[in-house]
């Protein structure tokens, strides 16, 4: 079965500072996807990316950028500068190939203090 | 693109009545759509998955006759909740995906539906 971890319940910067949040993950499958998603306290989820098994380069969006390592099963997403704005709940998620089993972790939940 | 609505976003009812919450994809076919329930301060936890058309895939310990799943067409989807009660109370999440593209791996989140049963 499929599991995510995340073991950072809640972290707490100041604006400016980077921040990284990690996330480990345990399947059997060779064929998976990856995702991050922000969940600010409006409560919808908002996609950020998804990253299939094959792909191991890492990302680059702006202030955000994720780290993708099969050898240590970690997907670590980190925000550069953080805002406030950036305030939310970070849920990492896996799925198998078929997309009919998501797991998502238990969540981070970030406060950017101005 | 990929835009999915839930309707209502809030719902307050009284012990031993059903609710009905509504996931429509608005601007592509779904072909799978997902419901999701997210106790305060914890992680979606999947309770079923329905294919148009079909009937939908329960997740263990969820009562399929208590959460009653319709999946009519490839943009809605129904959830209802059968003689909601106080524990019921929690946010519904809905999501859909499609098949055919490079997107196909990609649930795409409704904004939810907060429900109290008092």
């Known amino acids: 079965a499929q599991k995510v971890t995340q073991a950072q319940t809640e972290i707490s910067v100041v604006e400016k500072e980077d921040v990284t949040l990690d996330c480990v993950y345990e399947?059997?499958?060779?064929?998976?996807?990856l995702f991050w998603y922000k969940q600010p306290p409006s409560g919808e989820l908002v996609f950020l990316i998804r990253?299939?098994?094959?792909?191991?380069q890492n990302e680059i969006s702006g202030r955000y950028s994720w780290n993708f390592q099969k050898s240590t099963s970690s997907f670590n997403f980190t925000i550069t500068a953080s805002q406030v704005v950036d305030s939310a709940v970070y849920f990492c998620?896996?799925?198998?190939?078929?997309?009919?089993?998501?797991?998502f972790g238990a969540g981070t939940r970030l406060t950017v203090k101005p | 693109g990929a835009v999915v609505s839930q309707h209502p976003s809030w719902v307050i009812c009284k012990s031993g009545t059903s609710v009905k919450i509504e996931c429509r994809s608005l601007d592509f076919q779904a072909t799978t759509m997902f419901w999701y329930r997210q106790f305060p301060k914890q992680s979606l936890m999947l309770m079923a998955t329905s294919n148009e058309g079909s009937k939908a895939t329960y997740e263990q310990g969820v009562e399929k006759d208590k959460f009653l799943i319709n999946h009519a067409s490839l943009t809605l989807s129904t959830l209802t909740v059968t003689s909601a009660h106080p524990e019921d109370s929690s946010f519904y999440i809905c999501?859909?995906?499609?098949?055919?593209?490079?997107?196909?791996?990609?649930?795409?989140f409704g904004p939810g539906t907060r429900l109290l049963v008092l």
């Open positions: 399947t059997r499958d060779t064929t998976y996807y």
């Open positions: 998620a896996l799925s198998l190939y078929n997309n009919n089993d998501m797991r």
């Open positions: 999501s859909a995906a499609w098949w055919g593209n490079t997107e196909q791996e990609t649930q795409y």
């Open positions: 990253r299939n098994s094959f792909d191991e």
